[in-house]
């Protein structure tokens, strides 16, 4: 017997033909029984156990205890089988020259033959080894899924050092309808190219790693104040830049003028981007 849902295992042992079942707390939906080598713990050696099934009709309890018992008879012929054809038989004299043999002489004799088949089996042993070194294979087992070869992804950002990152919220400002939105929150980093010695700030949005900001910072840029929100206020920081490139992943081929603003977890780090900026 199986638990439902895990399939462990919690009953299992032999229907002993000596050991009855029987209906059990005055009723006829639940039957007991006991058995000298309960083993449905694996971890430990079989044990004695007093046991108890309760099913929902009458009439599945009564087929039960038909079943059990008819299993039970079987198992008492099988055990019965095994004893008469286990019982030992007296060696047969062998005959010689139309005369019995001594009993020492049959004995011998006996040992003979019995070394004899012993060899012939040890011959086909060996035989049969000897095929299973000679078998080779021939089944050919092709891939189900073919891999896929592993190519290096070009960002753009190769040759670049790393002046700045941390996590921040960009937002946006929309001069259509006057307010700031939000562009995406991720890592905002700032990075420096030693061949052109220039700067520029690299945003991907987390997860989908899109790019939201990607612009060049010129002198020209300064960071001001965020003023638009109070409870933010020394941690968020505003700038514009005159060629955000930002959108050419979505199509646009020309920079944009945009107003950032990235508000950082705490003024510290807010601090730490000025200075890096």
Known sequence: ??????????????????????????????????????????????????????????????????????????????????????????????????????????????????????????????????????????????????????????????GEDQVFSERAVLFRYDPIVQTWKERGNGTLRILFNPNTNHTRIVMRRAKVLKVCANHLITRNMKLEPFTASQKSAGRTLMWMTLA???DNDAGSTEPKKETFAARFATVELAAAFKAAF
């Open 1 to 158: 017997m199986r638990r439902e849902g895990t399939h462990k295992v919690c009953l299992n042992h032999y229907l002993s033909p000596e050991i009855p079942w029987q209906f059990a707390f005055n009723t006829t939906t639940a039957v007991t029984w006991h058995t000298p080598a309960e083993a449905s713990d694996s971890e430990r050696p079989p044990e004695h156990a007093v046991l108890a099934l309760r099913v929902k009709h009458e009439e599945k309890a009564k087929a039960l205890l038909a079943k059990v018992n008819e299993c039970r008879e079987w198992n008492a012929k099988v055990a019965a089988g095994k004893e008469m054809s286990g019982s030992p038989r007296a060696p047969r004299p062998i005959e010689r020259d139309g005369a019995e043999s001594s009993p020492s002489a049959g004995q011998n004799q006996t040992v003979v033959c019995e070394t004899v088949a012993g060899s012939g089996h040890e011959d086909n042993e060996r035989q049969d080894e000897e095929q299973v070194e000679d078998f080779e294979p021939k089944a050919n087992f092709e891939p189900v899924v073919y891999l896929e070869q592993v190519v290096d992804e070009v960002t753009g950002e190769e």
């Open 244 to 246: 955000d490139v930002s």
